[in-house]
């Protein structure tokens, strides 16, 4: 069965740091490209970060540059969201999310509306104090 699986999330209080996981199973991640994404209360979903299969080359929207990293270990065939310096408005639910390179580095500006292969169901991320 094919799945992505999201892990650590949790509250945190700002200025924190949590590692998310996306665990693939039924699929080598190798061949595809991951994205995270986040959906606020009430927003839109939109592109937080994303790393290509080809070069692991990496994207980062403006408001999280600096602060997350995202990194992959396709031995353990997962993907990892680093977070630092978190903010009340990191508060989220996170999903990750694969496809191939070009779909999915077009997913960051659309919120992953269209053309993701595989889906998480998410995992939640609550920065406050």
């Known amino acids: 069965q094919v799945q992505l699986v999201e892990s650590g999330g949790g509250l945190v209080q700002p200025g924190g740091s949590l590692r998310l996981s996306c665990a693939a199973s039924?699929?080598?991640?190798?061949?595809?490209?991951i994205g995270w994404f986040r959906q606020a209360p009430e927003k839109e979903r939109e592109g937080v970060s994303c790393?290509?299969?080809?070069?692991?080359?990496?994207y980062y929207t403006n408001s999280v540059k600096g602060r997350f990293t995202i990194s992959r270990d396709n031995a353990k065939n997962t993907v990892y969201l680093q977070m630092n310096s978190l903010k009340p408005e990191d508060t989220a639910v996170y999903y990750c999310?694969?496809?191939?390179?070009?779909?999915?580095?077009?997913?960051?500006?659309?919120?992953?509306?269209?053309?993701?292969?595989?889906w998480g169901k998410g995992t939640l991320v609550t920065v406050s104090s």
């Open positions: 790393i290509s299969s080809s070069d692991d080359t990496t």
């Open positions: 999310a694969a496809a191939d390179d070009i779909t999915t580095a077009q997913a960051m500006g659309s919120g992953g509306n269209s053309g993701m292969d595989y």
């Open positions: 039924g699929f080598t991640l190798d061949y595809y490209a």
